[in-house]
């Protein structure tokens, strides 16, 4: 207890009050897409990114319980200090060939690579052309870019949501001024499960000499040729491609790929990297493993994919809104965060475990279910969840 205590009561009542207060809650895994809780009852997971259940997976397991033991628990320091190992550089050259791009880097987490980038590519921008750079940014990119641009000091031209004739007016409105231009996307969304049009903004930038940031947190593993994402859509492929091994990958951390010259200058100005410690052995056997099953899992990404049109369809039917969804992330749109409370607790005491999203991750007005399906799910899982949707959404 600190005489400071009230404060933070009173601001955390504040948000319970609005409906807005997060709170933990332990869980323990019990293979694909289930859950425990302490009460010991069973949940169906809908909810986690774990969309190919390689979480569970024997070789991540055993890969990761392997270099633990043969190479410590943990890496030491930062990478520029003494915590560089030969297994950084072997996942590195995994991600690079996969992502076909010249180089990688690693970085702890997917938040962490995408608040270092702006920043780092903002000095650029400011030592070598004199300007600081001009930021376009997809309105409902995630929390960690928007992170970036305030870290870096840098105002985004925000663009309407994967409008690229709007982004294209933005461009060409600042087509003479000064600095680098960057355009920041992701290319799946993780709150509404839509796509990007990548080869679109891939043309974009080459006409606008603009340097092209695409996160693909949640399209690696699962969308693209061998799970390599949407970025090799793209002809000429992307400048900078960000990825995390936490979602589809299974473990956990991220990475950057690009070219051998963009590693090199974030190696030596991207904050993240030069102040974090190393990932640790055990994570990156886990990465190690799971960059190397990818390329054989076609099975579970059209698994996922059917789970996906299924339930979209289903849903469709009785005229619940899923938005613009495409992918294995499908939102049920229900407007008012009580109402989303509501049915997500009503769905966990039927056994499965559905996310409520609300302000301030959405927008106002726009509070939702967040569905998340894996290769783990059966058609029966999902098929009882669509019915459950729809019974406790009153349109059955």
Known sequence: MTRFDSLFRQAVDALQAQDRRRILRPMTAVGGA????????CLIDFSSNDYLSLSQHPRLKERAADWALRYGAGSGASRLVTGTRLLHEQVEGRVARLKKTEAALLFASGWQANASLVPALARLSSEQMGAAPLVFADRLNHASLHQGCAAAGVRQIRFRHNDLD????????????????????????SMDGDRADVPGLAALAERYGAFLCLDEAHATGVLGLHGAGLASEAPEGVHLIMGTFSKALGGMGAYIAGSRALCDWLINSASGFIYSTALPPAMLGAADAALE????????????????????????????TTGASSTQIVPVMLGETATALSVAARLEAGGMLVAAIRPPTVPKGESRLRITLSAAHTEDDVQRLADAVVRLCGVA
């Open 34 to 41: 289930r859950f425990e809780r302490p009460d010991g009852a």
């Open 166 to 189: 709007h982004l294209e007016a933005l461009l060409k409105a600042r087509d003479s001024e000064p600095g680098l231009k960057l355009i920041l996307t992701e290319s799946v969304f």
């Open 293 to 320: 099953l990818l390329p054989d899992l076609d099975a579970e990404r059209t698994r996922v994919a059917r789970h996906g049109e299924m339930l979209r369809q289903r849903l469709h039917d009785v005229g619940l």
